[in-house]
Nanobody
Framework: QVQLVESGGGLVQAGGSLRLSCAAS????????MGWFRQAPGLEREFVAA????????NYADSVKGRFTISRDNAKNTVYLQMNNLKPEDTAVYSC?????????????????????WGQGTQVTVSS
C-alpha cells in the first residue's frame, strides 16, 4: 500500500511560481513511476507529468512543457512539481499518483488506469 499526501498549493498571480510536494508512505515508492494530474471544475482529470521510478525519464503534457518540472527524491519518499510562469488556465486541483506496477515505465504515458494510488489533491489557483 502507498499513501500520498500533497502540499504546496495556493493562490498565485499569473507569471508566478509554486512548488508542489507529494510525500509517500510505504516501502515501494522508489520502485514506482509517479505522476501528477490535475482537475479543473467541470473537466476531467488530466495528465500533467510523470517521472520514472529511478528518475531517469520524465514526460509532460504539451500544455505544461517548458514551464513545469517533475522531480523526485527517493531517499525522502517525495515527488515534486515545480511550476513556473503559471497561467490562469493552470487553475485546478493537483493530485499525485503512484503506478500500479513496480519498476516499469508503462505509466509514463500518463494513462490513469496505470495508477493505483492517489492523493487527496491540493488546490492551485492562478489569478490574472
Amino acid at each position: 500500500q502507498v499513501q500520498l499526501v500533497e502540499s504546496g498549493g495556493g493562490l498565485v498571480q499569473a507569471g508566478g511560481s509554486l512548488r508542489l510536494s507529494c510525500a509517500a508512505s510505504g516501502r515501494t515508492f522508489s520502485s514506482r513511476t509517479m505522476g501528477w494530474f490535475r482537475q479543473a471544475p467541470g473537466l476531467e482529470r488530466e495528465f500533467v507529468a510523470a517521472i520514472s521510478w529511478n528518475g531517469g525519464s520524465t514526460n509532460y503534457a504539451d500544455s505544461v512543457k517548458g514551464r513545469f518540472t517533475i522531480s523526485r527524491d527517493n531517499a525522502k519518499n517525495t515527488v515534486y512539481l515545480q511550476m513556473n510562469n503559471l497561467k490562469p488556465e493552470d487553475t485546478a486541483v493537483y493530485s499525485c499518483a503512484a503506478s500500479k506496477y513496480l519498476r516499469t515505465i508503462t505509466a509514463m504515458t500518463g494513462m490513469r488506469y496505470e495508477y493505483d494510488y492517489w492523493g487527496q489533491g491540493t488546490q492551485v489557483t492562478v489569478s490574472s
